[in-house]
């Protein structure tokens, strides 16, 4: 089992920046990929970033890409999703999430941060 907890959210004027934590614990993470995602109100959940704890590949969704950037910390078991240039569409609910790289879908999920972006 894979616990996770997020942290960071919160309300930022368009253009600004926000550092999402996820902090795992339960498990060694070597074998796992760690994903954020999110979901806005009447939408549904989007992959956002993911990366590969082995050896650190990051992959991001279009919409992110230059924009958010994803990165662990091995000594402390935690991932970060830094978010720069925040748009407002960038509001939703973000969940972390974890998955064994031998299976295809996430199985472990954080209870989700609120991140609103105001215009």
């Known amino acids: 089992q894979v616990q996770l907890v997020e942290s960071g959210g919160g309300l930022v004027q368009a253009g600004g920046s926000l550092r999402l934590s996820c902090a795992a614990s339960?498990?060694?993470?070597?074998?796992?990929?760690m994903g954020w995602f999110r979901q806005a109100p009447g939408k549904e959940r989007e992959f956002v970033a993911s990366i590969r704890w082995s050896d650190s590949s990051t992959y991001y969704a279009d919409s992110v890409k230059g924009r958010f950037t994803i990165s662990g910390d091995k000594s402390k078991n935690t991932v970060y999703l830094q978010m720069n240039s925040l748009k407002p569409e960038d509001t939703a609910v973000y969940y972390c999430a974890a998955k064994s790289i031998t299976t295809t879908s996430y199985g472990y999920w954080g209870q989700g941060t609120q991140v609103t972006v105001s215009s």
């Open positions: 339960g498990r060694t993470l070597r074998n796992y990929v």
